[in-house]
């Protein structure tokens, strides 16, 4: 069925939210507010994206999935980079359900480096969690797409500045 739009007379003509329903919607906006501090808030420098176990499960077998997901779980929270106040600041962790890429997983994308990685095996996301969300420096040999070339003017993302 197709979705039609509502024209500007009928969005003007939409209902304002009650009272209740603008006092719900800032206490929503305040609880999100106070949960984004209370996992991080500023304080967070990276976040690692993992697919593993989607509902697709099309880029990796699940129990590969499941591995990557445990160990980087179980590395993340030994070498406390989630600790509020680390020096380097905070690295979070999700479970994505499909990157899109659905081949030579599991995936991984970090914000905000934009930087996407393959074959996440346990192996590959110790390299990563070692050079990368540690030391800062993408690990070359798993990366989905090279680094930008320095100076060439354009990079892989359509961006011109050059840097
Ligand atoms: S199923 Fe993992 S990226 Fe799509």
């Known amino acids: 069925m197709r979705r039609s739009h509502a024209s500007p007379a009928r969005v003007a003509d939409a209902p304002l939210p009650t ?3 603008a006092e719900w919607a800032a206490g ?16 967070i420098s990276r976040h690692i994206f993992l697919c593993g176990i989607s509902e697709k499960q099309q880029c ?11 160990f980087l779980k179980m590395r993340l929270k030994q070498l406390g980079l989630a600790n509020a106040g680390r020096d380097g600041g905070i690295v ?9 890429i659905c081949h ?16 996440c095996t346990p192996a ?12 800062g420096v993408p690990v070359a040999e798993y990366r989905l797409l090279p680094a930008p070339q320095r ?12 840097a």
């Open 19 to 21: 009272d209740a329903e």
């Open 104 to 119: 030579a997983g599991p995936i991984a994308l970090i914000w905000p480096d934009r930087v996407w990685y393959h074959s």
């Open 92 to 100: 979070r962790r999700t479970k994505a359900d499909c990157l899109q």
């Open 28 to 43: 929503a906006l305040g609880r999100a507010e106070r949960a984004l501090a209370a996992v991080g808030g500023e304080a």
């Open 124 to 135: 590959v996301l110790e390299l990563i969690i070692q050079q990368h969300l540690i030391g």
């Open 60 to 70: 990796c077998a699940r129990a590969e999935g499941e591995e990557a997901w445990a």
């Open 151 to 162: 100076g060439a003017g354009i990079d892989q993302t359509g961006d011109q500045s050059g």
